[in-house]
């Protein structure tokens, strides 16, 4: 069961992104690319090679299988309520987030490797914004860790619809904070608008100008892994886990279809901010999942 789950996960990270491609095509009056027009750009890409700077050294060559490897091992920890991921171990949640962590930090000295300033610039901007939106992660799985007595995410997610009678509203509120982590750590709007073309203004794109070919099929792999890791925590906190085994696991595909919408929507009818109020756009999630933490403090009698 469990690799039946991984799999469903993994087929709706790369369906994800051509959900967004068809949502923003439609309301702007766009035909626009099919739905599986990116991953025909991946398989493209992933039959071309690579091209490799002189300045470079192997750290550029092997950081985004790096990157691959880390989200593809970060998405087998994801459960469905109940329905463990291909790995669960206690504190798995802490290990979870320091493998995408890992993979951030190669991709970053990725493009520093290259020697390029407006690189060394898209790096200098990545680092910050992760730096910034790893606390609101972890105040909201500490919060629901400690509202459910466990620190395994088949644990926290299985028994937290059952620890209150708020869990609704916890559930949509973190569902709030981590969809705006997920657009933070994928790089979307607000933070970066990935249709640009100014590298000043860059934010991911600026740090993968020089990967070509095969890498940079991987870096796209990759980009469409962590909107899957995303849309499946946010199953985790919506889809009850008292329904059937074959409503569930379709009420998560559902779930990811319309995570993709809102993607869509959202970037459709938001602006990108100014790159000076990113941090401080960021910070502001941190502030909510504090209003989380002391909600949970309140429920669960500590306060």
Same mark, same amino acid.
């Given at each position: 069961?469990?690799? +039946?789950?991984?799999?469903?996960?993994?087929?709706?990270?790369?369906?994800?992104?051509? %959900?967004?491609?068809? /949502?923003? !095509?439609?309301?702007?009056? *766009?035909?626009?690319?099919?739905?599986?027009?990116?991953?025909?750009?991946? +398989?493209?890409?992933?039959?071309?090679?690579?091209?490799?700077?002189?300045? /470079?050294?192997?750290?550029?060559?092997? $950081?985004?299988?790096?990157?691959?490897?880390?989200?593809?091992? $970060?998405?087998?920890?994801?459960?469905?309520?109940?329905?463990?991921?291909?790995?669960?171990?206690?504190?798995?949640?802490?290990?979870?987030?320091?493998?995408?962590?890992?993979?951030?930090? &190669?991709?970053?000295?990725? !493009?520093?490797?290259?020697?390029?300033?407006?690189?060394?610039?898209?790096?200098?901007?990545?680092?910050?914004?992760?730096?910034?939106?790893?606390?609101?992660?972890?105040?909201?799985? @500490?919060?629901?860790?400690?509202?459910?007595?466990?620190?395994?995410?088949?644990?926290?997610?299985?028994?937290?619809?059952?620890?209150?009678? =708020?869990?609704?509203? &916890?559930?949509?509120?973190?569902?709030?904070?981590?969809?705006?982590?997920?657009?933070?750590?994928?790089? *979307?709007?607000?933070?970066?608008?990935?249709?640009?073309?100014?590298?000043?203004?860059? %934010?991911?794109? %600026?740090?993968? +100008?020089?990967?070509?070919?095969?890498?940079? @099929?991987?870096?796209?792999?990759?980009?469409?892994?962590?909107?899957?890791? =995303?849309?499946?925590?946010?199953?985790?906190?919506?889809?009850?886990?008292?329904?059937?085994?074959?409503?569930? &696991?379709?009420?998560?595909?559902?779930?990811?279809?319309?995570? @993709? %919408?809102?993607?869509?929507? &959202?970037?459709?009818?938001?602006?990108?901010?100014?790159?000076?109020?990113?941090?401080?756009?960021?910070?502001?999630?941190? $502030?909510?999942?504090?209003?989380?933490?002391?909600?949970?403090?309140?429920?669960?009698?500590?306060?």
């Amino acid at each position: 069961m469990s690799i +039946l789950l991984y799999l469903l996960y993994t087929c709706c990270a790369l369906l994800i992104p051509g %959900v967004i491609s068809i /949502t923003k !095509a439609k309301l702007s009056g *766009r035909k626009g690319p099919g739905l599986w027009q990116p991953i025909y750009d991946i +398989l493209r890409l992933l039959r071309k090679g690579s091209v490799y700077s002189t300045t /470079t050294s192997y750290l550029f060559q092997y $950081a985004p299988l790096v990157n691959f490897a880390a989200a593809l091992l $970060a998405l087998a920890f994801v459960p469905l309520g109940d329905i463990p991921g291909l790995m669960h171990f206690q504190g798995d949640f802490v290990f979870f987030a320091y493998l995408l962590g890992l993979g951030k930090f &190669l991709l970053i000295l990725n !493009a520093m490797d290259t020697g390029s300033g407006f690189e060394g610039m898209g790096a200098n901007r990545e680092a910050l914004y992760s730096m910034l939106v790893e606390p609101a992660f972890f105040i909201v799985m @500490g919060s629901m860790a400690l509202l459910s007595g466990h620190n395994s995410f088949v644990d926290i997610f299985s028994q937290f619809q059952d620890t209150s009678q =708020y869990a609704i509203l &916890l559930g949509f509120l973190g569902a709030y904070i981590l969809g705006q982590i997920a657009m933070v750590e994928n790089s *979307r709007l607000p933070v970066d608008d990935p249709r640009t073309h100014l590298e000043l203004t860059m %934010v991911h794109e %600026v740090m993968v +100008l020089d990967n070509s070919g095969f890498d940079f @099929g991987i870096i796209m792999i990759t980009n469409s892994l962590k909107f899957g890791i =995303y849309a499946g925590l946010l199953a985790n906190l919506m889809v009850p886990i008292w329904l059937p085994l074959g409503f569930r &696991l379709g009420f998560a595909l559902l779930i990811s279809v319309l995570f @993709g %919408v809102m993607v869509g929507l &959202l970037e459709s009818f938001r602006a990108r901010n100014k790159m000076a109020r990113n941090p401080q756009f960021i910070l502001t999630l941190s $502030a909510v999942s504090l209003l989380f933490f002391f909600t949970v403090m309140i429920i669960a009698n500590r306060i």
